[in-house]
Structure formats: structure tokens, C-alpha cells
């Protein structure tokens, strides 16, 4: 799980929204399609809130997807996205797959520093996807 060595740091300790960006593969199509990991959280509404948002000014298709083995809140995952995608297994792997044909993948989170950090879906998904959008709260939120 290296990212670089700056690039993780500020990951781990910024205490606003991360860009994890790649080469896109294809410049003038960038981003299509977004994708965005929602579990029914509020950190997850808010990176589908985002997801949307970037969609809609880019003009990309937007799929919001759930793993359902990891203990996936549906009903209010569907409350958050309607068009919900449910999936069998983990969060990582399905989101790690979707950016195989996503040029960006969105997912919340809780902030957590320290121990509590490890084993963090946000930060593994920003390690295994081509790029990644880990959208966190504004302070205070």
C-alpha cells in the first residue's frame, strides 16, 4: 500500500478533501464515468453528494455502488442513491473493479488517524484505484 511517500501523508493528515489523480485515459473525456462507494452513511451521502456534482459539470455518467458484505446499511444507502448498484463481497475490491472502467472513484470519510486508521476502506481505495476522490467533512460538519 505505497503511495508515495507525500502523497500518503496528506492523505492520511489533511483534514479537507483528497484528489488522488492519475493519467486519465483520455484527457478530453475525463471524468467518465464517476463512481461512488455508498454504504449509508453520512460520509458516504456526502461523497454521493459530490459524485453527483461532478457528474452533472462534466457531463459523465455517474453509478453509485454498494458492496453488501460489508455490513451495508441498504435501506438508507437506497434512501441516499436511488439507482443503487448492490454487489456481492467487499468495498475495496468492488471499488477497486469499478475503477477499471471509471476514471474516478468517489468514497467517504470518517477521519480516523492512528490505529483507528488501519484498515481504512477510503485510504485503501485511494491506494488501489486508478484515481480516487476521498471526500471528507468540512470541519465542524
Do not use: N
Amino acid at each position: 500500500m505505497l503511495l508515495g511517500t507525500g502523497a500518503a501523508r496528506m492523505l492520511r493528515d489533511a483534514p479537507c478533501s483528497v484528489l488522488i489523480a492519475r493519467e486519465p485515459r483520455d484527457a478530453e473525456t475525463w471524468p467518465q464515468p464517476v463512481v461512488a462507494g455508498v454504504d449509508g452513511s453520512a460520509e458516504s451521502a456526502a461523497a454521493f453528494t459530490v459524485a453527483r456534482s461532478v457528474a452533472e459539470r462534466f457531463g459523465a455518467t455517474l453509478r453509485a455502488v454498494a458492496a453488501t458484505k460489508d455490513g451495508v446499511d441498504l435501506e438508507a444507502a437506497r434512501t441516499i442513491a436511488p439507482e443503487l448498484e448492490e454487489h456481492p463481497g467487499r468495498a475495496v475490491e468492488l471499488l477497486a473493479a469499478a475503477s477499471d472502467t471509471a476514471d474516478i472513484v468517489l468514497v467517504g470519510s470518517r477521519g480516523l488517524h492512528g490505529l483507528k486508521a488501519l484498515g481504512s476502506v477510503s485510504e485503501r481505495v485511494a491506494y488501489q484505484t486508478r484515481s480516487s476522490l476521498v471526500v471528507r467533512p468540512a470541519p465542524g460538519e
